[in-house]
């Protein structure tokens, strides 16, 4: 099952310009990630939020989280051709189970 | 973070037959996932594997065809059983631990 949406699917920049990706989610969350994944192989974890932050920063990463519209951004600032990879958010509906479900992602290309 | 070694990394089958793939974490991890990443695809949770006992199986997902086996906490295998083309996907497991979730590199299968 998936969590919720990713917007856009696709996205293409140049270096050095900023790249804002949106997430979507159904359910009540205990935290939201976001992944990297390049090449279609493992994912590389890049920031936790959890339910009682909004915002939170990284490096060169800057995420939002809205609770009450059950969205999350990442917005990555001077990117580099080395960002070219899909990013995924996910999401811990109980920390229970643990399970983390994943949104559907976003192709981000980064031209030099 | 605790490091996930997975293989095969890859694997060309011929339809009809079996298929284990196995994840060994370095250090101890509460829970154990798997996933299925279809091409182009984001990453859909398949069960959680419960150490000794059955693995929790997500909705679409059957024992039968993905049975699952945790006989410790460093260790899980996935078959992927009686093979068709439409199973041809990325498999990853996941461990979660104090640090977080830590993903294995993937196995990229090819059914023919």
């Known amino acids: 099952s998936q969590q919720g949406e990713e917007d856009p699917q696709a996205l293409s920049i140049q270096e050095g310009e900023n790249a804002t990706m949106n997430c979507s989610y159904k359910?009540?969350?205990?935290?939201l990630q976001w992944y990297r994944q390049n090449s279609g192989r493992g994912l590389v974890h890049l920031i936790l939020?959890?339910?009682?932050?909004r915002e939170k920063h990284s490096g060169r990463l800057r995420v939002t989280l809205d609770t009450s519209k059950k969205s999350s951004s990442l917005l990555i600032t001077a990117s580099r051709a080395a960002d070219t990879a899909s990013y995924f958010c996910a999401t811990v509906v109980s920390s229970n189970t643990g399970k983390l479900i994943f949104g559907q992602g976003t192709t981000l290309q980064v031209k030099p | 973070s605790a490091v996930i070694s997975q293989k095969p990394s890859r694997d060309i089958c011929q339809r009809g037959t079996s298929l284990t793939i196995q994840c060994q974490v370095d250090s101890q991890v509460t829970m154990m996932f798997w996933y299925r990443q279809q091409p182009g695809q984001s990453l859909t949770l398949i069960a959680t594997a419960n150490q000794g006992s059955e693995a929790t199986y997500e909705s679409g997902f059957v024992i039968d065809k993905f049975p699952i086996s945790r006989p410790n906490l460093t260790f899980s295998t996935l078959t992927v059983s009686n093979m068709s083309p439409e199973d041809s996907s990325i498999y990853l497991c996941?461990?979660?631990?104090?640090?977080?979730?830590?993903f294995g590199s993937g196995t990229r299968l090819t059914v023919v």
């Open positions: 939020i959890r339910s009682n932050e």
């Open positions: 996941s461990g979660q631990g104090s640090y977080g979730y830590t």
């Open positions: 359910t009540s969350i205990n935290n």
